[in-house]
């Protein structure tokens, strides 16, 4: 049998699929062991911008930005709505507390509505913008995870951070794409959040805090981002929409005085 995608996709549409099928197993390791789904988040969202560079550097297919939207809504759409879903479920019984139990999956379940909303509109009109509107879902599901592996599991907690992040992502707010350094330093930190589990268990020597200290420092990043990015992240050749008003507004003005003057 003749697979269809065989030698029609590139090696950036296969790591991509990957990031799909890290999704899913977060999904999975959600139902028995929150961190594990967190730090599976965090590797999805680094093969997330993995394929990107690999796509800059091999090239990239037609299918491409369909498939990185459908990946993404598997990792950073149901995988973070799953995680949060089953936190709830493992702290309270349905029967015990119906309205905190529905609320929180209601919450989860809007998560994912607006993620799937979100990254079709990136898809259809933001891909080759360098700025999106909204929220971006790895930004929302990398706060997410990394907060709960370091500690922050309170259910409220989780369920009102999970809301918020709904609504933001259907939001009007812009955000800048990350300069590529900048995506760097978080992928390295994400990087060392997944891997300091396998560092313990290779060697006594790292220190019990360290794995914490690394989810405390994406924590920072991410939330220095999702809060400040859309005022003073903006620069490299990147404008503001508040740059970019004014600037439409003088050229606006200057067209005016050169109709006024041709008519005097």
Same mark, same amino acid.
């Given at each position: $049998? ?11 549409? *296969?790591?991509? =699929? ?27 969202? =680094? ?23 459908? *990946? ?15 936190? /709830? ?17 209601? !919450? ?7 993620? /799937?909303?979100?990254?079709? $509109?990136?898809?259809?009109?933001? !891909? ?21 592996? &370091?500690?922050?599991? +309170?259910?409220?907690?989780? /369920?009102? *951070?999970?809301? +918020? ?7 009007? =707010? ?14 390295? =930190? ?10 313990? $268990? ?12 690394? &989810? ?30 004014? !600037? ?10 050169? /109709? ?5």
């Amino acid at each position: $049998m003749h697979l269809r995608f065989v030698g029609r996709l590139g090696l950036a549409d *296969a790591v991509t =699929v990957a990031n799909a099928a890290v999704g899913f197993l977060a999904v999975v390791a959600a139902a028995v062991d929150p961190r594990l789904a967190a730090r599976l988040i965090l590797l999805a969202a =680094v093969a997330d911008g993995l394929d990107g560079v690999v796509a800059r550097h091999r090239g990239s297919t037609d299918a491409g930005p369909y498939l990185d939207s459908l *990946a993404d809504v598997a990792s950073f759409g149901v995988a973070p709505a799953a995680l949060v879903a089953f936190v /709830v479920l493992d702290a309270r019984s349905f029967a015990a507390d119906p309205t905190f139990v529905a609320a929180g999956l209601g !919450a989860a379940a809007l998560f994912v509505s607006l993620a /799937v909303a979100r990254l079709g $509109m990136y898809t259809a009109y933001d !891909a080759d913008e360098r700025e999106t509107v909204g929220v971006p879902t790895t930004l929302a599901a990398t706060v997410l995870a990394a907060a709960v592996i &370091a500690g922050y599991t +309170a259910p409220a907690l989780l /369920v009102a *951070a999970t809301a +918020a992040f709904a609504l933001l992502m259907g939001s009007t =707010v812009t955000y800048p794409d990350l300069h590529a350094q900048d995506a760097l330093v978080m992928g390295v =930190v994400q990087a060392a959040v997944i891997l300091t589990p396998l560092g313990h $268990m290779a060697t006594s020597l790292l220190p019990a805090w360290i794995g914490e200290g690394f &989810a405390f420092a994406l924590l920072f990043l991410s939330v220095g981002y999702l809060v400040l990015g859309p005022r003073f992240y903006w620069g490299d050749g990147i404008r503001s929409p508040k740059d970019v008003g004014n !600037a439409r507004s003088e050229t606006d003005a200057k067209d005016a005085d050169t /109709v006024e003057d041709r008519g005097a």
